[in-house]
């Protein structure tokens, strides 16, 4: 992946190819170093040009996201981000704090974009992706197709304080299952 890197490094742009299945789906055909790739991978892939971040909520959802705290509403992981701003920080010279992390190179690319941040909010701009992920989308696409207000609520398409995770509650059914 870093010999990859190094490589595409000598490009102002590069651009992926994709493929498409039958059902819609799209993957990269390049192995290794792709946006779909590990998290290594994702790190090492900016955009090319720098964007104004419009909503910097969003900018620290990401950044808990990245670290695991991605289980939270909106609110607690912005809340993350604000109460363990000075170890964030404190990557930038040299803290191992992002070494926790869920993803750790996407979180040590984020708190050195989040120092940026800090360093000039006014004029903060970035070439990271920020992710937002979907739960489910699949049956998020579903639900909202068939306006069935029990399963969106379950996949987060609905507003709701605490965040659902269909996945769990298909395991807990399964489990009852299993113990029957």
């Not at 992390?101 to 360093?119: I, V, W």
């Not at 996949?155 to 995770?165: F, H």
């Amino acid at each position: 992946i870093l010999n990859i890197a190094k490589e595409y490094s000598k490009f102002d742009s590069i651009y992926f190819v994709w493929n498409m299945d039958f059902r819609g789906r799209i993957y990269p055909v390049q192995t290794l170093l792709h946006p779909q790739g590990s998290d290594l991978a994702k790190a090492l892939l900016l955009f090319d040009k720098e964007k104004e971040v419009k909503n910097i909520e969003w900018f620290k959802i990401h950044g808990a996201n990245l670290y695991g705290v991605d289980k939270e509403t909106y609110e607690n992981r912005i809340k993350w981000v604000d109460e363990n701003e000075e170890k964030i920080l404190s990557v930038a010279n040299g803290s191992d704090f992002w070494m926790e992390a869920d993803e750790p190179f996407e979180f040590y690319q984020f708190c050195l974009e989040y120092a940026k941040y800090k360093s000039d909010p006014k004029n903060f701009k970035t070439s990271i992706p920020i992710a937002i992920d979907g739960s489910n989308n699949g049956l998020q696409h579903i639900s909202t197709l068939f306006r069935d207000k029990k399963t969106a609520k379950r996949v987060n398409v609905l507003p709701t304080q605490k965040v659902e995770d269909v996945y769990m509650d298909v395991l807990e059914e399964f489990m009852k299952l299993v113990d029957k």
